[in-house]
């Protein structure tokens, strides 16, 4: 129950107990004396005192099992019903007490309840005037008329107090309607302040405030309140796969990138009473944020956030190609450099000890630098799906033999016990080879990097739906909670003095986690500080995006043909 209808049941509750008081003495007063009914009725009226003050009781009013209300409709009538039954008489005033009743059902029940309650009336009625245990009690005129006036005294009162009610009701819903204009116009003048676009929808996908922002988007003119999203805004992602705003709306929060508008919406068109006067963008770029508003656990309303990433995607590719670019230049004389200095470091060469610690330096420079190309390049071209899926059926063992054979004398020098085990039954998968052993090779090499004693242990099991779970487990520092919300991010390294002490590039795990999407593959982090890290990567039976569909095909084809 809302705090407004509690306050209303209040007020009225106070009102059916004050009337009560009213009929209670009104009813006292016109009894006559020295008649055979005086002392039931003086009884009646005692009961009904009795159970007017039980109405006062907080602790009763709170029960779940007493329904006040219905009890005090009933009372009222039965109230009525006993009084008319010792006068003998359906022509006198105590019938209209009746009315209270009535008023006081349709207050709570609507028609409905006004039309149940006259049934019962009807039959109390016609009951009493058969039941007549006392002879029929004459009152006098004065006492008649008293009754009569006081009767309508009591009804005047309720239905004024009612009155009174519905206008304070009418005032307050007044006040709401203002304050909700209010709110709404600063919420307009709030999302016009935002540089993105953004649009509240309902629940059934209509329209309710849009700001300017999303008027420049669509390029529409006019009013877009109560006009469906899905008519206003057609996109579609790089697949050509058109959005489904009921599906997108209905699974909020969510989080969509690389939408842009369909080509068919480009044109001159009108939806509605609104118009588009200029075609739509279709070089622009959205990532689209969709948060519900829910009330008592139902979505009310939506949030729909449209974020322009044309000109940061712009940027990112002139960043990809100028890495590209000088990643391939610089590889011709870092080789011709690296191949110098080790000529310079033979022994034949009979250098001083310290022209060779300075070469030696200068060539273990040479050959980072020449790595970090390598990074560089290979993440231009998993970030432009620029390595071919040449799919194959891969054993597990074979790939973690291979991983592990390239850093088997580097853990040695570090006295780390490199392993590594395969649960039998693990499958083979239709996948490729080359982007799990890179990224195998990330984890290990991080691993032996940031363990200072101890063991890397890789392992390889049985996953979900008949695909394979790798890991790498290491007994070094671990990473905090904090770094590991950021671990898979761009050039991202944690903060500390084993990362600055180590160095590196920060782009190992990014390439990593690009690799593992390509192939449909997941990949996450398992860390406490001061027990090591293990990282996760979860291939499953066919690794393939939509466009590799047809290559998949081709190599189970060609899988099964060898094996027959």
Same mark, same amino acid.
Do not use: C, M
């Given at each position: 129950m809302s705090d407004a209808t509690y306050d209303q049941s209040q007020q009225y509750n106070n009102i059916i107990r004050q009337t009560?008081?009213?009929?209670? +003495?009104?009813?006292?007063?016109?009894?006559p004396l020295h008649v055979a009914q005086t002392i039931p009725m003086l009884i009646l009226v005692a009961v009904g005192a009795l159970l007017n003050l039980f109405c006062y009781s907080t602790w009763l009013l709170q029960r779940q099992w007493f329904p006040e209300k219905a009890i005090t409709l009933i009372l009222q009538n039965l109230f009525v019903a006993a009084i008319i039954i010792m006068v003998g008489r359906t022509d006198l005033a105590y019938t209209g007490l009746l009315g209270i009743a009535l008023v006081s059902a349709t207050f709570w029940y609507g028609i409905r309840g006004m039309l149940i309650m006259f049934t019962m009336q009807a039959l109390l009625l016609s009951t009493s005037w058969m039941v007549r /245990?006392? /002879?029929?009690? %004459?009152? %006098?005129?004065?006492?008649?008329?008293?009754l009569a006036g006081g009767i309508l005294i009591i009804l005047g009162i309720l239905l004024a107090r009612l009155t009174h009610m519905q206008r304070i009701d009418r005032q307050t819903l007044d006040a709401l309607d203002d304050r909700l204009r209010i709110d709404e116009a600063?919420?307009? +003048?709030l999302i016009n302040t935002f540089e993105d676009a953004i649009a509240i929808v309902n629940s059934s996908g209509k329209i309710t405030l849009a700001n300017t922002a999303f008027l420049e988007l669509t390029h529409i003119t006019g009013n877009l309140s109560d006009h469906d999203l899905s008519?206003?805004?057609?996109?579609q992602n790089k697949q050509s796969s058109k959005l489904n705003w009921t599906d997108a709306l209905h699974s909020a929060p969510q989080h969509l990138t690389d939408y842009r508008i369909e080509t068919s919406a480009t044109t001159d068109k009108t939806v509605g009473d609104l118009s588009s006067p200029n075609p739509h963008d279709n070089n622009t770029t959205l990532d689209i944020n969709i948060s519900s508003i829910s009330l008592e656990k139902q979505a009310d309303s939506y949030i729909v956030r449209f974020k322009d990433t044309s000109a940061e995607r712009s940027l990112n590719e002139q960043q990809s190609s100028f890495i590209a670019i000088a990643s391939h230049e610089l590889r011709t /004389?870092?080789?011709f450099i690296e191949g110098s200095l080790s000529i310079a470091l033979l022994p034949q060469t009979n250098l001083d000890p310290k022209t060779q610690e300075i070469l030696k330096k200068a060539h273990d420079s040479t050959l980072f630098l020449s790595g970090l190309l390598q990074d560089l %390049?290979?993440?231009?071209? +998993?970030? $432009?799906?620029?390595?071919?899926?040449?799919l194959q059926m891969v054993d597990p063992r074979s790939l973690i033999e291979q991983a592990m054979a390239d850093f088997t004398e580097q853990a040695k020098q570090k006295n780390l016990v490199l392993s590594s085990d395969i649960e039998t039954r693990t499958p083979t998968v239709l996948t490729t080879q080359y982007h799990i052993l890179q990224i195998l090779r990330n984890l290990i090499s991080n691993a032996i990097k940031y363990t200072e004693s101890g063991s890397v242990h890789i392992h390889a099991e049985p996953a979900e739906n008949h695909g394979v779970l790798f890991s790498v487990r290491d007994t070094g520092k671990g990473i905090s909670q904090r770094d590991q919300q950021r671990l898979f991010t761009r050039f991202f390294q944690a903060e500390n003095y084993e990362t600055r002490e180590q160095g590196g590039t920060g782009i190992g795990l990014y390439l990593s986690s690009e690799l593992a999407k390509r192939i449909n593959s997941r990949l996450w982090c398992e860390s406490t500080l001061n027990e090591g890290s293990t990282f996760y990567l979860a291939v499953p039976p066919f690794s393939q995006?939509?466009?590799?569909? +047809?290559?998949?095909?081709?190599?189970?084809? $060609?899988?099964?043909?060898?094996?027959?």
């Open positions: 009560t008081w009213i009929v209670l +003495a009104l009813v006292l007063f016109t009894i /245990p006392y /002879p029929e009690l %004459s009152t %006098s005129p004065v006492r008649a008329a008293t600063r919420l307009a +003048a008519e206003i805004l057609h996109l /004389p870092l080789a %390049s290979t993440l231009y071209l +998993a970030e $432009n799906d620029a390595i071919k899926v040449q995006l939509q466009r590799d569909r +047809a290559e998949v095909v081709t190599a189970g084809v $060609n899988n099964i043909l060898t094996q027959i």
